[in-house]
């Protein structure tokens, strides 16, 4: 089984910086693709930014230029820096990695989720 457990969240001014947390425990042979969602009140789950295993990037444009993401494979890690943080950043923050996990036969590819942490930017 795999558990990600997500840290840093908080509430912070606008302007200001937060940088969040996920790692990736269990029966685990290697990550691949890591990614950021938020989901704020009413809204659907929207992504923010992903990295792949050979640390290739891909940002929302509402991201881009004041988030960074960034993984330690050793760990099983997955980083968020947000900076110049805006009262529309508030949301909940799911991390998302794919892990390859071991089987009688080899192994196989899980989709595991985060539980959430939760960003609040008052203006």
Do not use: H
Not at 19 to 34: E, F, K, V, W, Y
Not at 79 to 106: F, H, M, N, Q, W
């Amino acid at each position: 089984q795999v558990q990600l457990v997500e840290s840093g969240g908080g509430l912070v001014q606008a302007g200001g910086s937060l940088r969040l947390s996920c790692a990736a425990s269990g029966s685990i042979i290697s990550s691949n693709a890591m990614a950021w969602y938020r989901q704020a009140p009413g809204k659907q789950r929207d992504l923010v930014a992903s990295i792949t295993s050979g640390g290739s990037t891909k940002y929302a444009d509402s991201a881009k230029g004041r988030f960074t993401i960034s993984r330690d494979n050793a760990k099983n890690t997955v980083y968020l820096e947000a900076s110049s943080l805006k009262p529309e950043d508030t949301a909940v923050y799911y991390c998302r990695v794919d892990v390859l996990t071991p089987t009688i036969t080899g192994g196989r590819y899980l989709e595991v989720w985060g539980q959430g942490t939760l960003v609040t930017v008052s203006s």
